[in-house]
């Protein structure tokens, strides 16, 4: 079979012809524009144009010829520098309009590129699965076998490269052109030695022979040491590689240009400093075996690890004793203070070149000031080096290990996640009353009679609106006091409890019962769907987290082996039966 000869256009100014109003046309008007030519349309008036063609159009990015195709245009429309013959040519029409034979055939006889949409036959030329970054392109092409595969293999390969190589591949076209310049710079200073030799002022030392041999030499030497560190250095290293990296090459030879080894990559790669990296991580809920392997990865291979006081001790207990580890210093007065220190050990680590890890509870986004930490980085200067690995929240874990569907048919179709405390521990605005929906409180316990007093009236002073007129804004739905609610502490944690109840009475059971840090409430009929409160008491307090337990003892192959279609898990051994719901209770041997 015959292959592509795979080649790179520079397409600037390029008069590129399209033919057809569909989608397909709209991306080759978008490529075509991508690469710096100029798309022509050809369409009906009549046609129906795709959205994105009409946009173009009207952004004038693209000329439309409201007429039917004709042989001349191919040989009128181009530039006048070739005789107005088209660039190239796009069919979008299909393999099966006539006119898509017509026109390959028309541009094969005139020697124009032309692309007929799902058609090798009828192509001279075909577009490759492009991935850019920068002046980096990578494309892949099947030949026609398909373009989907070629799409997948594009992603693959684009998904396993460093990120950050195209600015790579511009900041060393910078060295070589740098050295191309200095080479010729050094080409006439020695050039201009060899008009000065016969000076009856130098000594015989000067009076040597410079040939054009000697100056081919050093300049190949230069490139040679350039192709050296574009082969040897470590791919993830060049990505890496920085404006002042660029410098420091150039001084490294510039020092001593005639005995530099281009082989001396290790001793270059020390002069640079090694970059850091911050890496934003949620924790999840508590339980070590609820992490993400991202995230369980980053605890064993980061330099600082940089934890909320919330992170619970056996997720801190992977930490190796190796890694230096700081716990915010969170306190009632102290949380701002807590978090600028937080942020100024993790700029130290990352200017050193170290590997920072700021631990979550949760997800970093979630309530957890991820995004905050995220752009203050960035205005430091480290936007580049930046990772946020997702963590499992306990806004929708935590009633899920109690048995409470955040969601379930007839009974709640939304879901609404809040902070009971906002900014600087003012309270937030609750939400108003909506049968179908659940209400996860974070942050919210401490203050829980105010909540209570907030979603249930009006009046209250933290949720009170007043009209221009100086009247109560009673217009917010109230919640009724007998909504089922629940609150769950420690939420995955051996320690775990919940505390199930309605609004009427939560405030009461936490009074009571105590605190058990951290927790939170959720709200609405869902408590209710699958685990009823007793009737004859105000509030039911469970105790424990059981959800794992039956499998603690079986490997991955085994659990899935053994599940059954309904969802069940029934494990079989010599004399022994074990059944457990996704819940954990109940359990019966």
Known sequence: MAISLLTSIDSTSHIHLIIGSNPLAAARCAKSLEVGAKPLLIAAEAAELHYALQKRIDNDEVKWLKKWFEDEDILQLGREEINYVVDAV????????????????????????????????????????????GPLQIGVTTNGKGCKLSSRIRREIA??????????????????????????????????????????????????????????????????????????????????????????????????????????????????????????????????????????????????????????????????????VHIARKFPGNADRAQEELLELALEGLKAGKTVLRLKQGDPYIYGRGGEEFDYFRKEGFGDVISVLPGITSALSAPLFVGIPATQRGVSDQVLICTGTGRKGKPSVPPEYVSTRTVVFLMALHRISALVSDLTTHASDDAKVVRGDGTLDESRKLWPKTTPCAVIERASCPDQRV??????????????????????LVLGNACEVLQKGDAGRKWVVGEGFRGFEDFEDLGLEEVLDNLTVDGKVEVKRPEIVVRGDSFGRELKV
């Open 90 to 133: 796009f069919v979008t029409l299909g393999p099966r309009d006539p006119l898509s034979s017509h026109i390959s055939q028309l541009c094969r006889r005139n020697r124009i590129p032309v692309n007929v949409a799902d058609a090798p036959s009828l192509c001279t030329f075909s577009l490759l699965s492009t991935h850019t970054s």
């Open 499 to 520: 505390i199930r109840t309605t609004l009427e009475f939560v405030g009461a059971a936490i009074e009571e019962e105590g605190s058990r840090p951290p927790g939170l």
């Open 159 to 324: 998904s396993s490269l460093p990120p950050n190589l195209g600015p790579a591949c511009e900041r060393l076209g910078t060295i070589r052109r740098r050295i191309q310049e200095e080479d010729h710079l050094s080409h006439m200073a020695l050039a201009g030695d060899l008009e000065e030799e016969d000076s009856a002022d130098q000594t015989s030392t000067f009076n040597r022979l410079i040939t054009e041999a000697d100056l081919d030499a050093a300049k190949n030497r230069r490139m040679r040491w350039l192709s050296q560190i574009c082969e040897y250095w470590p791919l993830r290293r060049l990505a890496n590689i920085t404006d002042a990296d660029v410098e420091s090459v150039l001084k490294s030879y510039a020092s001593n240009p005639t005995t530099s080894s281009p082989l001396e990559t290790q001793q270059l790669q020390q002069m640079t400093q090694k970059r850091g990296r911050i890496i934003l991580a949620g924790s999840g809920p508590g339980h070590p075996d609820l992490l993400t392997r991202a995230t369980h990865k980053a605890i064993l291979t980061s330099d600082l690890i940089l934890a909320d006081k919330l992170v619970p001790s056996g997720v801190l207990d992977l930490i190796p004793r190796r890694t230096p």
